[in-house]
């Protein structure tokens, strides 16, 4: 069998003019099973274009699609004290810190870049989720801060799309630490009269939630968002009784008063450019 597959199946390859595909051409989609072009995909914000899932986005993917034409400057961010608690558990924290930066390329899992949105300056934080599940540590609450203020120095709205696991379990009573401080820059920013809007996508939970996620003047949540503080079946035991269908889902909060907005990622951007538009246009007759 191997003088077939290793010379005949090669020549007939070549004389019929036969190539392999590549594996990484086609990306099924999680919802509804259909196979789609990865090109496709992309230039289509990582939406399905059979069912409209919307899939999850990269940090790096969030700042490209928001600022116009792709343009922005990221900024250099605090560097946390590394493994502050000598955590470890299965594996060493700091051999998890490791393996999270080589495979995200990223010193950890927030991203904060300024630039403009529909010709409005704005400041940008994004979450990765790929690192360490989006988890909040010093780190993520150091830039969260760094954005707050510059967002103040720049007198730009600031917008932070949140997507996370919560609190990292890694760092202790210091991840916990950082509601309070992620609060604090919320407040910064609305203290200094400048708009903090908050995009919710999937998933948004633990800490996150419970903290500077839910205090947007104005809360927008991607559709079929999973945002939430503590998972369904923890909620359903404590409680003793069945949640509601679509439960924690941007639509059920969004019907129910939690947040004020269930936006397609299509629209995304200039739904952000307009509130943008809006909420700074007496500091814009101001300054004029």
């Not at 990865?38 to 399905?48: I, N, P, R, T, Y």
């Not at 590394?82 to 924290?93: A, G, I, N, S």
């Not at 919320?186 to 919710?200: R, S």
């Not at 500077?212 to 503590?230: R, S, T, Y």
Request: neutral net charge.
């Amino acid at each position: 069998m191997s003088w077939l597959s290793e010379f005949v199946r090669p020549k007939i390859r070549t004389l019929l003019g036969r190539t392999e595909v590549p594996d990484n051409l086609w990306h099924q989609c999680p919802s509804c099973q259909q196979m789609i072009f990865k090109s496709e995909l992309e230039a289509g914000k990582k939406v399905c274009p059979h069912c409209g899932f919307h899939m999850r986005a990269t940090a790096v993917e969030r700042l490209a699609w928001t600022f116009d034409d792709g343009n922005y400057t990221r900024i250099d961010l605090p560097k946390a004290v590394p493994d502050p608690l000598r955590f470890r558990d299965e594996k060493r924290y700091s051999d998890r810190l490791r393996d999270a930066r080589d495979a995200t390329k990223l010193e950890d899992g927030l991203l904060v870049a300024h630039g403009t949105i529909g010709g409005n300056r704005a400041v940008v934080a994004a979450m990765e989720f790929t690192f360490m599940g989006g988890s909040m540590g010093a780190a993520v609450g150091d830039g969260l801060v760094a954005a707050a203020k510059l967002a103040v120095l720049q007198a730009a709205p600031l917008i932070v799309y949140t997507a996370s696991g919560g609190a990292r379990m890694q760092e202790g009573a210091i991840s916990l630490m950082q509601m309070p401080r992620t609060t604090i820059a919320a407040q910064m920013v609305k203290e200094a009269g400048l708009p903090f809007i908050v995009v919710l996508t999937d998933p948004t939970t633990g800490g996150v939630s419970a903290s500077f996620a839910m205090l947007g003047d104005i809360q927008i949540a991607e559709p079929n968002a999973l945002i939430g503080f503590a998972g369904a079946r923890v909620i359903e035991q404590t409680v003793r009784e069945k949640l509601p269908e679509g439960f924690q889902r941007a639509e059920y909060l969004f019907k129910h008063g939690i947040i004020d907005m269930v936006i397609k990622r299509g629209e995304l951007t200039e739904t952000l450019a307009r509130l943008i538009s809006l909420l700074t246009a007496n500091q814009a007759k101001a300054a004029a």
